[in-house]
């Protein structure tokens, strides 16, 4: 199992929260009730709050340390934030915009498991996701051949490899359910510093 450091992911919050503000920007809608999918710390529900001053905002993740950050930092009232794998995780009621921020790349069969949320939308609910793809960037693809060579194959070679998501997929996903999709990829370059640099952004 897992266990992520909240005080590590934090780290580079400000420049790795870019993709959310992109995707929330191009939300149309205006929802009275927010899921988080993956909220992490808490750290983007301020984002949310900014672009929906009226909504009810649940951040859910399955990282009992992220969430134990989130509910410590929270000062909104009207933000909660609760501990579940969202796989097999189900909205009490249905919900007018369910977001997930560099989540869904880590859930096996996810395509399913957006299939079966996307059930519990209100009636012009809105779905947004963003995913990292870059699964053959030589920062990921040097790790995958590492970690296919011993000594580390006996202790990761049974894990599973992310998948390669495109905006093509996402695209043809919703719009085979009778969705109206609005899918895009974006490049982000980043200028890091330091003694090992990409070794500190990875981890």
Not at 10 to 20: I, M, N, S
Not at 177 to 182: F, I, P, V
Request: proline share 7%; with cysteine; charged share 20%.
């Amino acid at each position: 199992m897992v266990v992520w450091d909240p005080t590590r992911y934090l780290q580079f919050a400000d420049v790795r929260a870019r993709p959310f503000l992109d995707l929330i920007a191009q939300i149309p809608t205006n929802p009275l009730s927010v899921i988080d999918l993956g909220c992490g710390p808490g750290h983007l529900t301020k984002h949310l709050r900014a672009r929906w001053p009226s909504a009810e905002i649940l951040g859910i993740d399955d990282s009992a340390e992220m969430v134990d950050r989130a509910i410590r930092d929270n000062t909104d009232p009207h933000a909660n934030y609760d501990a579940a794998d969202v796989s097999q995780w189900t909205p009490h009621r249905p919900v007018d915009l369910m977001i997930s921020n560099a989540m869904f790349q880590w859930v096996p069969d996810h395509l399913d498991v957006i299939d079966r949320l996307l059930g519990h939308l209100t009636d012009g609910g809105a779905f947004a996701l963003q995913v990292p793809n870059n699964t053959d960037s030589p920062t990921h693809s040097v790790l995958a051949d590492l970690a296919a060579t011993e000594p580390y194959l006996g202790a990761f070679g049974d894990l599973r490899a992310l998948p390669r998501l495109d905006a093509e997929m996402y695209l043809e996903f919703f719009a085979d359910r009778g969705y109206h999709a609005d899918a895009w990829e974006t490049t982000y370059f980043h200028v890091l510093d330091g003694q090992d640099p990409v070794f500190d952004w990875m981890s």
